[in-house]
């Protein structure tokens, strides 16, 4: 190198530092942003004195630096030519900024982002057109519980004798039989005991009599049975497929939870039973069947609908709205989304009229008359009836009394419903077990169907049939092509709880409990969906490069994934209604699947930031990354993984976000000692926070710390930092968190140093806030919970009291358990006095951790530019094993002026309900399922909790809102589980909570049922559910071979676009069918957009130039569970908009 050159190198050097030292001076003028954001007050000289180190360290640091720069030049100069490649490297590394605020600490507001104006359309056109808004129905019925009579839950029903004079009643007979996947018994121990007697038979006894039909639903089950059949039983079976005597309905995995289940979930497991019954039997449903769910959500008519089934069947709704349905002959109608003004996802729904879904519910409006009809109960049986009054075998003797006994009930049935077809199911639990079963049913009933229709007087046609059959025949009846909605028939919209089967037994238990593995499950989800996301671009960069184990192996585990999220979405599952060994069943199957998607993240990972992916070679369980937390067991808490930093040592950690859109967003790390510097992918120093890690209430680990700092993750992307440890002498004081500790259990006023942090014990809870740039969150000074919130922007003051109740158990027969909540009264206040209280401070993220018996509580506020930056973020670690008849809730009193009792819940994460409190319902009537979301507002304010897993949720009284936290109960309540619930953990419930101020433009529609979240809303709910994964190098020193960046996305994908999933469906050498599915939110657009940088402009997504690292060869619509394929989009075609609120899916081959 000559002399110039290095005299220009020298130069740049110099300038470099002599501007940098300028900005230094700049941010530490009295008056600047940063200093500002520093308050004086009772704190305000310890925070003067921390700067004043916190400057002498950055001197000294950028001292360092200097000095380093002035070695390297020198050597340069004695003609080491090595030393060019350091200094420019040296000249790259961002010197120590003087302030340990992120950049970020002064934020320029930008304007709102506009959305598309179809998406915002849909708040002002409030409500779709319905002849029956459930909501409303509500407002009508009296509840009032009347003894009906033989049918006790409604009314005696006459017909005129001639009514099928012109006519003949069509009676469609239909066997089933429901299979819980886990309930009393495990799922394998049901298969064993019973599943796989019935299925055998099944296929036998439709074969031995060929007038029979049967329909199954449970694809969990039945691809059990599938894999231990010979090949001659399988043509077998196909071939009752296709003579349509065995017909399969719905063909979900399971028959899935509709009140706890998020709608990824339930999507999912209905593409896995679908998927599979397609591939191995041909077959694709068109009629869904729901008899067992307790309660119905519309998000299950959505899917069905995009799904392409032509119907479905409901049972448990409220027994009051049964019962006014029936009256008005509205129990079949057509199903619309409350959001969907064109009817373009309206699908037929036959609800059934009765108590239950059993034979003695099922053949009329008697049960002491249909249990005769249940030929397992013959005498001698096993099985009788409580009605005391016996089947009989028919006979010629008792025949026309029979049959004539038996059909008054179904033309009692048929009055219920128009066009004279009635639909009997006949079967129950694990029926159809036994081959005598199986013949008694067919034999009498066979025999009682021939008299009949040999009877012309009689005007009746009766047979047995599946369920697609009676729809068939309702359609010919009502005039409607079979693939169309019946005319005439009336729309209703709304939603199916919160359900009660008798008297004041509502429900509403299972939103709640076992809210231990309502939580997992939401982990599991995200893991899953992350998994997803990486894995299917890795298959195809995998098979590009030959690594055919990867794709193998780990195509394995996902399926395995993927079938133990599905199998707990099953209505004994995520409810939390099923025996405890099986709970624990559930649980080890969600752990495992946890433990293999971590697996398969990791891999994925690793070869999608190779440089050269043929380099790249797959070792099962050896990868360049470690997993970043782990679980002893199914039911502990999870460990996060603490990254060894040794002095002079780095470690890389790579972050994942599976969003498609760009994230800055707060992360967290544990590590080994404070004295660390965490650096970005361009070596600049990111800022960062070290927090103590609790041991216990007031004692701070020396071994584990928590490191805080603003991360930013491209979309659908990876990102690799690096930790570096430095001496116990190059520490940064400034980066510290502040411990504050009030009513210690120790003597007041005491100071405490651990040797890193400094721990401030305070008498009295006096002036306790959290506060960034846009919120200020004061604490009650009695209980030391949050008591208002302020908007900083707006100047608006919302008081929102935060406090822990609890609620007891009913004394009697009837009690509270897995299903029911039955109080004892109105919720009354956790009691305790001065519980302890740290405040944990720092520029990054602040803390109040309030320890109250039974909850620890946490509330934290983020300095972060992001979307969470707008939220205060609440943690609750449960534990109520120490109390019994207990149901412990969060709830925030407010002084929102929520109209009418009015608030709104989500239905499974997918749309929002409006609920109303009426006060002719008890109290745990008043309750509902929140999934994901639940909001009160008035015309100005909306406050809104998001939540990480499912939960009861109510609003008992203007300004409340109250979240259900766990419930420990010793008593069954009644429905067969036969025990209650005391298997009760350590409970994580997250939330976040959001105060929004309506914009004072923002015109709200007529007066509707149907609400949307904000877009901030969403993003922070993504935030909490989908978080950003860690993936940390296994061993210490820089990565070889691997990139600093990947991202999946050419380009962001629009705000209001979710990247539901991209899930691999088989592979081949050459190619890879993927399917991937968008779901475009629907958003309330009259709430600012804070943290929000995504672009919402236009919602079109270009699929062709979707992926950044794989091409999509060929891509065409198709539906929902991937089974209905529709054109093959052209490349011109492949621009595509999907419409607000709607899901849409699409298969891809990608190369
Ligand atoms: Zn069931």
């Known amino acids: 190198m000559n002399m110039k050159k290095y005299m220009v190198l020298w130069g740049g050097a110099m300038f470099f530092v002599v501007c940098f030292s300028l900005y230094l001076m700049m941010e530490t003028t009295p008056g600047s942003a940063s200093l500002r954001a520093v308050e004086v007050g009772e704190n305000g000289l310890s925070n003067i004195d921390a ?59 930008t304007s709102d982002v506009s959305l598309p104006a179809d998406t915002c359309q849909l708040t002002q056109l409030g409500s779709s057109k319905a002849d029956i808004q459930v909501l409303d129905v509500y407002d009508q019925l009296a509840f009032d519980n009347i003894d009906g009579g033989a049918w006790k839950q409604g009314f005696p029903i006459t017909y005129s004798p001639n009514k099928w004079e012109k006519q003949k009643l069509k009676v469609f007979v239909v066997p089933h039989s429901h299979n819980d996947p886990g309930w009393l018994k495990t799922f394998e121990k049901y298969y064993t005991d019973q599943t796989r007697a019935i299925l055998n038979g099944m296929v036998d006894a439709l074969e031995r009599h060929p007038q029979m039909r049967f329909i199954y639903a449970e694809m969990s089950f039945f691809s059990m049975f599938w894999d231990e059949i010979n090949q001659d039983k399988r043509l077998r079976v196909k071939k009752l497929l296709q003579e349509k005597r065995l017909e399969i309905v719905t063909g979900g995995w399971v028959m899935n939870d509709e009140a706890n289940a998020h709608y990824f979930a339930m999507l999912d497991q209905m593409i896995e039973g679908n998927q599979w019954l397609q591939q191995e039997l041909g077959v694709t449903p068109v009629s869904g069947w729901a008899i067992d769910p307790f309660g119905h959500s519309p998000t299950m008519a959505y899917l069905l609908g995009k799904m392409g089934f032509q119907n479905m069947l409901i049972q ?150 599946t369920l697609s059959d009676y729809f068939v025949a309702l359609r010919e009846r009502a005039g409607a092509a079979p693939e169309n909605i019946p005319p005439h028939y009336p729309v209703l919209s709304g939603d199916f709880y919160t359900y009660a089967d008798r008297d004041d037994h509502y429900w509403s238990g299972y939103f709640t409990s076992r809210p231990f593995y309502k939580r997992l499950n939401r982990v599991m989800e995200s893991h899953l969906r992350g998994t997803e996301l990486l894995f299917s671009q890795a298959v195809v960069v995998a098979s590009r490069s030959g690594a055919g184990g990867f794709v193998r192996d780990l195509m394995k585990t996902m399926v395995t994934a993927r079938r133990s999220l599905a199998l707990f979405q099953h209505h004994d599952g995520i409810t939390g209604t099923a025996r405890e060994l099986v709970v624990a069943d559930y649980g080890q199957k969600l752990l495992s699947a946890i433990q293999g998607m971590k697996e398969v993240m990791v891999q994925s990972a690793e070869l999608l930031l190779s440089i050269d992916p043929k380099l790249y070679t797959y070792k099962a369980d050896n990868s360049f990354f470690d997993v970043d937390e782990t679980r002893a067991s199914h039911d502990s808490l999870p460990v996060r993984t603490v990254l060894q930093v040794g002095t002079g040592q780095s470690r890389s950690v790579t972050l994942y976000n599976s969003l498609g859109h760009a994230r800055q967003t707060v992360v967290r790390l544990y590590v080994s000692t404070p004295h660390v510097q965490l650096r970005d992918p361009l070596n600049n120093i990111v800022p960062c926070q070290v927090e103590p890690f609790w041991n216990e209430d007031e004692t701070v680990s020396n071994t584990v710390y928590k490191l805080v700092f603003v991360a930013n993750v491209p979309a659908l992307g990876l990102r690799s930092y690096t930790l570096h440890g430095m001496a116990d002498g190059e520490r940064q004081q400034g980066v510290l968190a502040k411990v504050d500790i009030y009513n210690s259990a120790h003597s007041s006023l005491r100071l405490d140093t651990d040797g890193v942090f400094t721990v401030v014990r305070k008498p009295s809870l006096v002036g306790v806030t959290l506060e960034n740039n846009d919120l200020k969150v004061t604490f009650s000074e009695v209980t030391g919970l949050m008591d208002a919130v302020l908007v900083k922007s707006t100047g608006e003051h919302v008081s929102a009291s935060m406090q822990f109740v609890k609620y007891g158990a009913k004394h009697g027969k009837e009690r509270s358990g897995a299903y029911l909540f039955l109080p004892d009264g109105a919720a009354k206040p956790l009691a305790y006095n001065n519980p302890i209280v740290r405040v944990v401070s720092g520029d990054i993220l602040s803390e109040v951790h309030v320890l109250l018996p039974g909850v620890e509580h946490i509330i934290s506020l983020h300095n972060s530019p992001g979307v969470d930056g707008q939220t205060i973020d609440v943690s609750n670690t449960v534990d109520i094993r120490n109390e019994n008849d207990i149901e412990l809730a969060m709830r925030i009193v407010t002084n929102i002026e929520n109209e009418n009792g009015e608030f709104y819940t989500d239905l499974n994460g997918f749309q929002m309900q409006k609920r109303k409190t009426l006060s002719k319902l008890p109290l745990q009537g008043n309750f509902y399922p929140m999934p994901a979301m639940a909001y009160l507002e008035s015309d100005k304010v909306r406050l809104s909790i998001l939540s990480a897993q499912s939960l009861g949720v109510a ?99 629009p705000c209001d676009v979710h990247l539901l999933n991209l899930r691999t469906l088989q592979s081949t050498s050459q190619s890879t069918h993927t399917a991937l599915l968008l779901h475009r939110l629907g958003v309330d657009c009259g709430f600012p957009t804070y943290g929000v940088t995504c672009q919402c402009s236009s919602s079109k997504v270009n699929l062709a130039k979707l992926f950044s690292g794989v091409k999509v060869q060929k891509a065409s619509s198709t539906s929902l569970t991937l089974t209905r394929d529709g054109t093959e989009l052209s490349e011109a075609s492949q621009l595509i908009d999907v419409p607000p609120m709607e899901i849409q899916a699409y298969k891809l081959q990608l190369t």
């Open 51 to 109: 700067r004043i180190q916190q400057i002498e360290t950055m001197l000294n640091d950028n001292q360092k630096m200097m000095n380093l720069i002035r070695k390297t030049v020198q050597e340069l100069a004695a003609g080491d030519h090595g030393s060019l490649e350091k200094l420019q490297q040296v000249l790259q590394m961002n010197p120590t900024p003087l302030s340990a605020r992120p950049p970020h600490s002064v934020k320029t507001r």
């Open 316 to 465: 448990r709704v409220h027994y009051s709205m049964k019962k006014h349905l029936a009256r008005s002959t509205q129990l079949e109608f057509v199903w619309r989304q409350s959001w969907d003004h064109k009817g373009s996802t309206d699908i037929l729904c036959h609800l059934m009229p009765f108590y239950s879904y059993d034979v003695p519910h099922t053949c009329g409006p008697d049960p002491r008359v249909c249990c005769q009809f249940d030929f397992k109960r013959l005498p001698g049986g096993g099985v009788s009836c409580p009605w005391r009054i016996p089947p009989q075998v028919i006979t010629k003797s008792n025949i026309n009394e029979r049959a004539s006994t038996l059909l008054e009930q179904y033309r009692q049935k048929a009055t219920l419903y128009r066009n004279d077809v009635v639909f009997v199911p006949l079967g129950d639990d694990f029926r159809y077990d036994k081959v005598e079963e199986w013949d008694n049913q067919f034999d009498n009933y066979q025999r009682l169907f021939d008299y009949m229709n040999s009877k012309p007087e009689w005007q009746v046609e009766v047979k047995f049939a």
């Open 955 to 1053: 609003s008992l009284k203007t300004g409340w809102l109250e979240v259900m936290q766990d419930r420990r109960l010793s008593h069954d309540d009644n429905r067969g589980l036969g025990q209650g619930i005391h298997d009760n953990k350590r409970t994580p419930n997250k939330f976040s909570i959001l105060v929004e101020i309506r914009k004072a433009s923002s015109t709200v529609g007529p007066a509707s049922t149907v609400g949307f979240p904000s877009l901030m809303s969403h993003l922070a709910l993504q935030e909490l559910v989908h978080h950003i994964h860690v993936l940390p190098a296994r061993m210490a020193g820089p990565p070889t071979g691997q990139r600093h960046n990947f991202t999946g996305l050419t380009t962001q994908l």
